[in-house]
């Protein structure tokens, strides 16, 4: 079956320091990759989306990697802060439809000073 | 600009009680729109989708079901809660179009005690 699989470990960095989060996907090949952010308590956020075609996207202090060969996307925030402190889940559509998003498990972030 | 609003924030309803959860979206017309859950400590379960008035699609059989009963309107139900309804409920709309990006209420904490 399809899966998503994010770290369920808690990611604990230095302030200041490039956090890097993984998510690996099975058996599908999909068009794109989202990636948002989820605070206690409240729903998650948008951040970034990256499609098939696109190896890198930016947005300020985020990187976002697909490499649609090994079936995994990286989300690096570099010069964490930390008010970066959050889970982190990564969305693709399994299903190819365009209608749903599945999400993975997620990953918390911690950034300590 | 589009807003999503999602209440109650919290609920603690007994076992055997009906339970109804409303979303509405304000800005745009036609949206997609998303009932997920989130058990604790554990990711989001997408429960129903609706393309339109009227149109819904479940995703897992379960205690639970959804109406759209207006363009921007989406009412998550049950007749009789179980223990195992608890959780985070989130509401979500996606603009038409792929891809799309989804856009999160701020979640109702519902306890079946």
């Known amino acids: 079956s399809q899966k998503i699989e994010q770290n369920s470990e808690a990611l604990n960095i230095q302030e200041g320091k490039t956090a890097t989060l993984t998510c690996n996907y099975t058996?599908?090949?999909?068009?794109?990759l989202q990636w948002y952010r989820q605070d206690p308590g409240r729903g998650p956020v948008f951040l970034l989306l990256i499609r098939e075609n696109e190896k890198e996207k930016r947005k300020e202090r985020l990187k976002v990697t697909f490499d649609t060969t090994l079936k995994q996307s990286l989300f690096h925030i570099t010069a964490s802060q930390p008010a970066d402190s959050a889970t982190y889940l990564c969305a693709l559509d399994l299903t190819g439809g365009g209608n749903k998003l599945t999400f993975g498990t997620g990953t918390q972030l911690k950034v300590e000073l | 600009s589009q807003t999503i609003h999602q209440w109650p924030a919290t609920l603690v309803q007994p076992v055997g009680s009906p339970l109804s959860l409303e979303c509405t979206v304000e800005g745009t017309s036609n949206p997609n729109l998303y009932w997920y859950r989130q058990a604790a400590g554990r990711g989001l379960q997408l429960l129903f989708y609706s393309v339109g008035i009227g149109q819904i699609s479940s995703e897992v059989p379960q205690n639970l079901s959804a109406s759209r009963p207006q363009d921007r309107q989406f009412i998550l139900s049950s007749k009789k809660l179980l223990l195992s309804d608890s959780g985070f409920y989130l509401c979500a709309w996606s603009v038409e179009g792929s891809p799309r990006s989804y856009t999160f209420g701020s979640g109702t904490r519902l306890t079946v005690v």
């Open positions: 058996n599908y090949s999909p068009a794109y």
